[in-house]
C-alpha cells in the first residue's frame, strides 16, 4: 500500500504544479493509472486542482465511473482520461486543461502546433486538432461520455497531445512526471511559435532527428527531469510531499529537511497544513 | 434579513474576485439586484473593489440615487447600473469593468468580439460596441447620467455584454455568480481571438448551436459553476465568506473548516481580519 | 514644516505606487517641487524606488545640484527634471522612467502614441518623440547634463509627456497625484493601441473634445482621483502611509484605521516596519 | 579565502536574480571564473538556481569536470561554460539560459536581434544565432561535451551574447554584475524589438556609437549598477547576502541592516533562514 500512497501523494503533487504553472486554473485535470491493475486509474473529485488534498483523489474505472461508492460530485470531463487509458495501454497518466496559449492554435486554421524549442520537442512531431462538432454536431462542446472519450482518443491516436478545438488540450505520457512537464512546455512552445511568426521569415522548427532524440534519453526519473518536479513542487508549496523512489544520486537527509524547510517558507500561497 | 445579509456578502466576494482576476483595478464595480424589491440594487460606496467590506455596500435606486440618507460618495458610473437593471428585468446582476485585453475590441473597426472558447461563450453570438460620442458628442467618455446609461442600455439590447468604445466594458447576468464567470472569462476569449488573428487562417468560433447548448446547460450553483466561484473566492482570500445556499451535495463541516483554514492561509494578500 | 513632511511622505509614496505598477524597476525617478521655493525640488538619492524612504529624499536647485552639502551619490539624470521645472513654472511633479510598453513607440516610425482609452486621455493629443542623437551625437543616451535636459525639455513643449528614444519617458504634471496617475496609465494606453493595431481596419482614438473634456474635469483631490491614490499605495504596501489634506468627503477614523491596518496585512511585500 | 567567500556568496545572489526575474526556471545556470586561478571555474550542481545556497556551489575545470571529488549530479550543459572561459580569457561570468522572450529570434531568419534601448546596449551590436545541428546533426539540442561548448565559443566570438537555436542562449562577461545585467536585460530589449515589429516602419536601434560610449562608461561597481545588483537580490529575498567590496560612497551601518530587514519582509518567496 505505500507504493499506492506515494502515487496519490505524486497526483496532488501534480495538480499543485499544473495549477501554479498556469496550465490549469478552476478547471482542468491530471489522473494517474493505478499501478496494479490497468483497468483503474485515480483522479481528483470535482475541485480545482490548487485545492486538492490527498483524500480528494477518487478511484475510476475505465468506464469513467467511480469503483467504489462516492457520492462526491465527479469532474464532467473524467470520460476524457477513461478513453485514453482505454485506448492506450502504455500511457499511465493524462491532462486535460484549457492553458491559454494553446487555445489559439486549435482556433485557427493556418498555423499548425509544432515543436519549436527543445523543451517542446516531447509534444511530438504532430499534435491533432480534434473539433468535437464534426462527429456530435451541436454540444456544449464538452466530453461528457464515453463515446465522445473515444473519439477523442482516436484523433489523438499515437501522439502525445491533442489540440481540442474551441477548449483546451489532452495529454498523455508513461509517467506522470512526463505528462506534466509536457502539459507546463506545451504553453510555452505554443508562445515562442506564435512570437516567431510574428518576427516572420521562416521558421526553423525542431528536427525529426532532434525530437527523436530527445525522446530517446528522456527518462522520468532523470536527474534533469526530477529538477525540474522538485522546483515546480517547492514553488506550488508541496516540495514537502516529494519523494524519489528510484533515486540514482542520493538525496541526503540534511538536503531534504532544508528543501521541505525551503518550500513551506517560500510557498507564496503558503499551504503549510501538516501533511 | 438573513438572506440579504448572504447577497451583501456574496457582492463583496464578487468584488475581490473581479480584483484578483485582474477584471477591475482602482476603477470599475459589481451589482446585484435586491431580492426583494426589484427597483432597488446594491453596489459599493466609491472605493476600489479589492478593499471593499460588508459595510461600504450602499442601496440605490433605479435613478441611481441612494434610498438612505447615506452621506458617503459614490460612483460616477452608477447609472450604467441602474440603466440596464431598469431595462431589463430578467438580469440580476451587472458588471462594469475597464479589463486591458477587451479594450483593444472597442477601438479597432476590422475585429469584432465573439465567443472561440467555450468559456467564452456565455458572453452571447453578439457583442454590440457602445459609442457615447455618437449620441453624446465630445464628453468626458463616462457614464454619469441616466440618459447615457439609457442609451448604453439600449444599445446592449437583450445581449450579455457591451463594449464601450475607448472605455471598457458592460455585463449583464441572471446571478451575480453568472455575471462574475462571464466577466472574468471575457478577456481570456479577447486574447485567444486576438492571437488567433495573429496566426492567420480562418477562425473557428463556436457556432450558435454551441452558444445555445451552452446556455441551456447553465446553472449558477451547478457544481461546475461553484467550483470557480469557491475557488477563485479562495485565491481572492475571502474563501471563508462564501456559503452556498441550495448546495446539491453536502458540503461536509470539515471540509468547509478546511479550506476556509487555507483561504486565510493561501490568499496573497492575506485580509485575515475576522469578519 | 507640516506640510513639507508631507510632500515628503507623498513622494516615497509616488515612489512605491511606481515600482508596484511596474512603472519603474531598479531605474526611474519622481520628483516634486518644493511648495515655497519654486527654484528646488525633492527628488531621491540614487537608490532603486522600491527600497526609497524619506530619509532618502534629497532637494535639490533648478540647476540639479544638492542644495545642502550631502555625499550622497544622485541620480545621473536629475537633469531631467531640473530643466522641466526650469521650463515649466505650473509643472509641479516630474516622471521618468523606462515602462516596458512605452517603449516601442520611441523606437518605430509608423504608429504614434495617442490616447485610444479614457484613462489614457491625460498623456494629450500630441506626445513628441525626443532623439538625444539629433543634438547631442553618439551619447550613452542618457540626460547627463542641464544641455540635454533642456533639449529634453523643449522638446517636450507644453505637452505632458515625451518619449525618449531607445530609453523611455518624462512626464509633467500640476500635481504629484496627476504625474503618477498619467505614468500608470501611459503603458496601458500604449498596449491597447498596439494591439488594436493588431486587429486591424481604422483605430477610434478619444477626440479632441473628448481630451479636452477630461481635462477640464480633472482634479488632483477628487473622489475619484484619490480612490486611485488610495488603492495603489494600498498595494503597494504604504496604505499607512497615505493623508489626504483637503478631503472633500470626510474620510471616518475608523474607515482609516481599517485601511492602513488592511493594507499592512495586504501588501506582499510587505514592508511593515514602523513609520 | 574571504575573497572567494564572497565570490560564492555573489554567485548565490546571481542564481536567485536571476531566478526572480525570470531569465532561469528549473533550468539554466550561471557560473564565475576562479580569481586566483583562470583554469579554474565555480558553477552550482545540478539543482535549480532558485533553491541554490553556498553549499551547492562546485568548482570545476576548463574540461568541464569536478577539481574534487564529488558525487553530486553536475548540469549536462556545464560545458557551455568551460569552453567559454577556454576561448575567451578576459571573461569572467557566464550565463547560459532559455528565456522566454529571446527563443523567437533564434527560431525566425527574418529579425536580427539587435539593441534598441538603452539597458540592451550591452548585448552588443551583433548577436549571432548558433544551430547546433550544423556541424553536430540530429543531437538532443543540448551542449553535452566539449567539442560542442567550443563550436558554440567559436560562434560566440568576441560578441556578449549568442542566441542558440530552439534552445536558448549563452552570454559572457567581465564580471558576474555585468554578465547578470545583461541577461536581464537581454529578453527585455528582445520584447520591445518585437513589438517595435508590430507597430511597423522604420526602426530605430541604438547606433554603433551610442553602443561604444556605453560599454565604454561601464563598470561593475559603478553606483547605478550597482543599485540595480543591490535592488534585484531584495526583491529576490537575499539582500542580506549583498556586500560591496569597493564601494567608492560608503553604505552606513544603519542603512545596510534597514536594508536586509527589508529584503527579509519584502521577499514574496521569503527564504529567511539564517545564512
Chains 1, 2, 3, 4 share one sequence.
Not at 127 to 133: G, L, S
Not at 159 to 164: F, H, R
Request: aromatic letters at 6%; one cysteine or more; proline letters at 5%.
Amino acid at each position: 500500500m505505500a507504493n499506492l500512497d506515494t502515487i496519490i501523494k505524486d497526483l496532488v503533487i501534480a495538480n499543485r504544479i499544473l495549477a501554479k504553472e498556469d496550465v490549469v486554473d478552476a478547471y482542468g485535470h491530471v489522473s494517474i493509472r493505478h499501478p496494479d491493475n490497468p483497468k483503474h486509474f485515480f483522479i481528483s473529485r470535482s475541485l480545482a486542482p490548487e485545492l486538492i488534498e490527498k483524500e480528494d483523489i477518487v478511484e475510476l474505472g475505465l468506464d469513467g465511473q467511480p469503483v467504489r461508492d462516492d457520492k462526491r460530485a465527479l469532474y464532467l470531463e473524467r470520460f476524457i482520461h477513461a478513453a485514453i487509458f482505454e485506448a492506450r495501454p502504455e500511457v499511465n497518466a493524462v491532462v486535460h486543461a484549457h492553458a491559454e496559449d494553446t487555445l489559439p492554435f486549435g482556433i485557427a486554421a493556418a498555423t499548425k502546433l509544432k515543436p519549436v524549442i527543445h523543451s517542446g520537442s516531447f509534444i511530438g512531431p504532430n499534435v491533432p486538432v480534434w473539433d468535437i462538432a464534426k462527429k456530435f454536431g451541436a454540444t456544449n462542446v464538452l466530453v461528457t461520455n464515453m463515446a465522445q472519450g473515444r473519439d477523442l482518443a482516436k484523433c489523438l491516436g499515437s501522439n502525445s497531445v491533442a489540440l481540442m478545438r474551441g477548449h483546451g488540450f489532452a495529454s498523455a505520457g508513461r509517467s506522470l512526471i512526463e505528462v506534466v512537464r509536457l502539459s507546463v512546455y506545451l504553453p510555452r512552445n505554443a508562445r515562442a511559435l506564435m512570437k516567431a511568426k510574428q518576427l516572420g521569415g521562416q521558421i526553423k522548427y525542431l528536427s525529426q532527428g532532434e525530437i527523436d532524440s530527445r525522446a530517446r534519453g528522456y527518462s522520468p526519473y532523470s536527474v534533469e527531469t526530477w529538477r525540474a518536479w522538485h522546483y515546480w513542487a517547492t514553488k506550488a508549496g508541496v516540495g514537502d510531499m516529494v519523494t524519489r523512489p528510484d533515486a540514482p544520486v542520493a538525496v541526503s537527509k540534511k538536503s531534504t529537511k532544508k528543501s521541505a524547510k525551503k518550500a513551506a517558507k517560500k510557498s507564496k500561497s503558503a499551504k503549510g497544513k501538516k501533511r
